[in-house]
């Protein structure tokens, strides 16, 4: 079992890594002179202009004030209520816009928790979010669950996040052997 969890814990990791090489849109809230790193430069900036970069790249500047999140992109308590309600109030799996929006709530929770730290935001938001994600994670694992007792459709596979395809696999796989070696009646 430890290999099964090793093995998902190694993929969900590569998939979240792939989602930090992804283009975000920021908003420049403080001006940067910028700077060059092994032939790679970043910035100039300008205070209120947008600029697409790779989350690991925006991460730094985001992390010092010199970027914030663009409204478009942001992904905050409230955003995520509202994938709970929808996730609660539909039986069957949604299918997302972004095939990594698990992986982006799972990043975006920095940015919430350094809005606490800094006294933007009240701590009851950071509760809310971390609650919010839970009904998330748990309504879509229940959805899973089910859809693994059975053949999945292309339809439905489409739906899956990326990080759920690999879960998805990992379960039907077990199901199967589980649900067989019960069923098998010699």
């Known amino acids: 079992m430890e290999i099964i969890e090793d093995q998902l814990k190694d993929s969900l990791n590569r998939v979240n890594f792939i989602f930090k090489n992804?283009?975000?849109?920021?908003?420049?809230?403080n001006?940067?002179?910028?700077?060059?790193?092994?032939?790679?430069?970043?910035?100039p900036f300008e205070k209120s202009k947008?600029?697409?970069?790779?989350?690991f790249i925006a991460l730094p500047f985001i992390e010092n004030n010199i970027m914030k999140i663009s409204s478009n992109e942001k992904c905050d308590n409230v955003?995520?209520?509202?994938?709970?309600?929808?996730?609660?109030?539909?039986?069957?799996?949604?299918?997302?816009?972004?095939?990594?929006?698990?992986?982006?709530?799972?990043?975006?929770?920095?940015?919430?928790?350094k809005d606490v730290h800094d006294k933007n935001k009240p701590k009851i938001g950071l509760d809310l979010f971390k609650s919010f994600t839970?009904?998330?994670i748990?309504?879509?694992?229940?959805?899973?669950?089910?859809?693994?007792?059975?053949e999945l459709?292309?339809?439905?596979?489409?739906?899956?996040?990326?990080?759920?395809?690999?879960?998805?696999?990992?379960?039907?796989?077990?199901?199967?052997?589980?649900?067989?070696?019960f069923l098998s009646f010699d």
């Open 22 to 29: 992804e283009e975000i849109t920021t908003e420049c809230i």
């Open 31 to 43: 001006a940067y002179d910028g700077f060059s790193i092994l032939g790679e430069a970043f910035g």
């Open 50 to 55: 947008k600029y697409k970069l790779k989350y």
């Open 79 to 113: 955003d995520v209520q509202r994938y709970a309600i929808s996730e609660r109030d539909d039986q069957r799996l949604i299918q997302r816009d972004n095939p990594y929006f698990l992986n982006k709530i799972k990043e975006f929770k920095t940015f919430v928790e």
């Open 134 to 136: 839970i009904n998330i």
């Open 138 to 150: 748990d309504s879509r694992l229940s959805k899973m669950l089910r859809l693994a007792r059975s």
């Open 153 to 181: 459709s292309l339809d439905d596979e489409g739906k899956l996040t990326n990080s759920e395809k690999l879960l998805y696999r990992k379960l039907s796989e077990l199901i199967k052997v589980w649900r067989a070696f």
